[in-house]
């Protein structure tokens, strides 16, 4: 068992909601201080895609994240330390969070990220996964076809080359198809590996890091129970709600409801892959401190724009309608994403296949992510959480 | 013929240089006024690729250009026009140029515009082009397929509508292929358009916008100098310099130098679509203020840095040679994307395929392109053009 203390890192709970799960907090890392409730933006491979760092933090941005996996392919975690690490590499100076690497072994080729997590999937392991044993997972790198392994002694040695200040353990994220005896198998393999994530980051803690323990079990609620007593006891400085979530919103938030009783009370808690603003409102209620989702980048390359108060909380800028349409996506937002460009403008460059849509549009959805962020914390110091969901829903 | 006054341009030379056409000059537009020797950017479909106008401004650009065949098919005039203009609609506030929409016209299908003009072009009219008369040219809209009919009188209208400060008549630029006889005709048809243009222009002149003449004649010498002599006798604000410019180095430099005598002295000259550092210097001796390429996004895009003091004037970020270099660009210029991020994270960019090195390379090559324009003219001022271009081109 290790003893970690995380000197440099703390999450101060400063304000529970009477009447529901949804909390304040600060979480403190080495990279500065974090309010909570707060999305983390994917930088997949080290990259926000199309935004520069100067462009998140003109958007408000508090934290982002990057991927292993992608990162051990491309260009490797030497060169990364190598250059610096992560936040030197890549321009980023604020809190950065890394994943191990599994969720992307156990899901790449499945179909999306988000399949995956929400029980879409269609079934059978992706191409690029060759075996899993009791030392790792064994997968095809997709740039070479090479043989590559992923470890939880590896995926900690490479996280630490990587610099970020939160971390995670190594687990099998796995899929909504799997019956209960795999998944109790694999939740088992993956407490095990945490075991050994916990064991390989004490061996070269350097208190610049700070690792979450994931919470497994699929949508079996004693699995769930039985992971997350393993979280609680393990010497991780925060919980990660992973693996499937169900196949229905009910069984999801059901799911999340459950972990987030049986976890540790008074660790931040983040939730992996959630970025829908209707989940995000019911899981901060439900004491989710943390999110993370590809989708306001994601979307905004399809053309879409995330809105406050807009049914649905986006509008296409592709459809016919905008093509004359003088009005910025957001007059009153203190951004020029958001209260310069006409709708017009942006539909005709998205028309015209030009590079700029994305970038604006992009900028866009992340001011958007954070100021809804922003106003579920106000609402919860307010315990006007109800109002402000309506508000942002248009309920 | 018309009676055009330019009440609010203006194009005063301010110094020559002792031992070559070389000058400096301000060219004063509604939007701003320019030093020349000066480039001029293509945001071709109303938008520089990857760049937004405040990053074009970062980067310290005076002036930039639209295609109106590219804005007549997409958005369309009658769209720029109800949102108020192109200034408006992309957010650029500056000097700005647009085309006839000719060039295009003649050159698409038949490979790319540097072919085109420098002598590269393997033969035969692009698919797209349908029929030229002498009322004008037909072409197919390479979006819907429809048939579309672009004259002198609608050129000058859609440019009327798009509302940039430098317009230019309507013409058909000949390619190096073409024999004597029809570079001949096609000379003369053009010259009509540009009465044409000019009396089209006449009818609604509100003093917003000046017209540039435009050269034609190919390689042949006497129809060089018949062109020049009617663009100087023509009511134009300016002149520029079109058509194909031979098949060496050598020709293209005769023709410009020969244009260059003939043509009105005292009227800003423009030569079109060229880019390249060689011979902008060349070309800024031989009497040229203005230049226009696509070269300083579109080898961005292809992962190039445009450098100073380096053979051949650009690296290509894609060696692996750069993956673990953590030199900036160039750490000496007021620029992040030049001076903040290391070629080891652009190279990363490039191999991960992450658009970000697309935003980052195109605004370091926009900053060095006016980086080196600031430099010829402190260079003519001085009279040491030699010396810069030596230090520049690293000879």
Known sequence: MTDLKYPNFAFDITHNAPNSKARLGNLKTPHGTIQTPNFIFCGTKAAIKNLNPDQMVEAKTDIILSNTYHLMIQPGADIVEKMGGLHKFMGWDGPMLTDSGGFQIFSMGHGSVADEIKGRNKGERGQSLLKITEEGAKFRNYRDGSSMMLTPELSMDIQRKLGADLIMQFDECTAFHVDRKYTESSMHRSHRWGDRSLEQFAKNDNGAQAVYGIVQGGVYDDLRKESCAWTKNGNFFGTAIGGSLGGSKQQFYEIVELCSKEIHQTRPVHLLGIGAID??????????????????????????????????????????????????????????????YSKAYIHHLIKAQEMLSMQILSQHNVYVMNLLMRDIRKAIAEDTLDACEKEWRCL
């Open 279 to 340: 989940d995000i409102f019911q899981c901060v209620r439900l004491g989710i401190d943390t999110f993370d989702c590809v989708s306001p980048t994601r979307a905004a390359r399809h053309g879409w724009a995330v809105m406050k108060g807009v049914p649905g909380n986006r509008i296409n800028l592709k459809n016919a309608k905008y093509k004359d349409d003088e009005t910025p996506l957001a007059a009153d937002y203190d951004i020029k994403a958001s209260n310069f």
